[in-house]
């Protein structure tokens, strides 16, 4: 994905319909047209402009709802005939105030789910290092160690969890007198968590395991 201004053939009205998704989960949130003009404006200023048949102009996202779309990736097509807009949205992109103009009336504003679609990236940065092995990396340094060095890390961090963990729930119930350490504990957790499911991914890629069999499994077990 680019934020560079794509090859497009536009239509002999001068537009490309562009199909605008959401970066975070990949999820749809509306289909709307773009002209060179809109084009050049979104890459040029990192929000998403259209052209509006309706006014026959230029358009701003959220000009008047302040409901911007900030632009993440610009990609055409095979034909270079559609455009495909991965954004940071801010706040519902709907008139109608739901997150994508496809959700029915009524339908949440914000996304609900966790963002777990990024962890692909993850998993294909670490992929690549397991190829690559370049200098200096921290991961490639992981799986030249083989299953003991991240084994053990994997081990490591699930114990920094643990720690993590009872010490936000110390901080729970002692209540309001110590909220600011609770904000301390609440943070300490997340970044072991991450810790630990960053080193857990390292740990199948150096066994050849690929992330996916992971989540196959989750999957199935869900169905019992």
């Given at each position: ?12 009205d ?13 999820r ?7 002209d ?35 632009l ?55 992929e ?5 092995r ?15 060095a ?29 909220a ?12 072991e ?18 992330a996916?069999?992971v ?10």
């Open positions: 994905m680019t934020t560079a201004l794509p090859d497009v053939a536009f239509g002999t001068g537009l490309v319909p562009a199909v605008v998704q959401d970066a975070t989960d990949g749809v949130l509306m289909v709307a047209y773009m060179a003009e809109a084009l050049a404006a979104t890459v040029t200023s990192g929000e998403v402009h259209f052209h509006s048949r309706s006014r026959g102009r230029l358009w701003r996202k959220g000009e008047t709802s302040g409901n911007v779309l900030r993440v990736g610009l990609a055409a097509d095979c034909d270079n005939d559609a455009l495909l807009v991965t954004v940071a949205p801010v706040g519902p992109t709907c008139h109608r105030g739901t997150r994508s103009c496809f959700d029915p009336a009524g339908a949440p504003a914000e996304r609900r789910n966790q963002g777990f679609t990024w962890l692909e990236t993850l998993w294909a940065t670490i690549a290092r397991a190829v690559d370049p200098e200096g990396s921290y991961t490639a340094r992981l799986l030249a160690g083989g299953v003991d991240v084994a053990r890390k994997v081990t490591e961090e699930a114990t920094e969890v643990l720690i993590a963990a009872k010490d936000d729930a110390a901080a729970e119930v002692a209540g309001e007198e110590r600011a350490e609770r904000a301390a504990t609440r943070q300490a957790l997340t970044g968590a991450a810790d630990l499911v960053y080193h857990a991914l390292v740990l199948l890629a150096e066994r050849g395991v690929p996916a069999a989540v196959d499994t989750l999957r199935a077990r869900h169905r019992v």
